[in-house]
Nanobody, 122 residues
Framework: VQLQASGGGLVQAGDSLRLSCSTS????????MGWYRQVPGKEREFVAS????????TFSGAVKDRFTISRDRAERTVYLQMNGLKPEDTAVYYC????????????????WGQGTLVTVSS
């Protein structure tokens, strides 16, 4: 599976953004999907993930109640809706796919997309 993330940009605190991760290649439905973020000089941080059937969703404490994750089978796309953005949400956001849930990153078959930059000004 190949991943393509998009939707980042510069917004003000309190604004919303929706990130998209489109997929191609192997069957989309077989993979759990996740979003991670990274600030230069810091460790990559888990943001959210969604199971194969979308019946399970997991969020980090930092974004719970502000971010939602969803997947559209027909579009083969996973979305991260980010509301109430804060300056501390500023990071490069990466989408990932694997057969492991909820921590999609920790799998031998994890595939990463390129990052999309989200900048939140105060």
């Amino acid at each position: 599976v190949q991943l393509q993330a998009s939707g980042g940009g510069l917004v003000q605190a309190g604004d919303s953004l929706r990130l998209s991760c489109s997929t191609s290649g192997r069957t989309f439905d077989n993979y759990a999907m996740g979003w991670y973020r990274q600030v230069p000089g810091k460790e990559r941080e888990f943001v959210a993930s969604i199971s194969w059937t979308a019946s399970k969703k997991t969020f980090s404490g930092a974004v719970k109640d502000r971010f939602t994750i969803s997947r559209d089978r027909a579009e083969r796309t996973v979305y991260l809706q980010m509301n109430g953005l804060k300056p501390e949400d500023t990071a490069v956001y990466y989408c990932a796919a694997s057969t492991t849930y909820p921590d999609v990153a920790f799998s031998l078959d994890t595939v990463w997309g390129q990052g999309t930059l989200v900048t939140v000004s105060s």
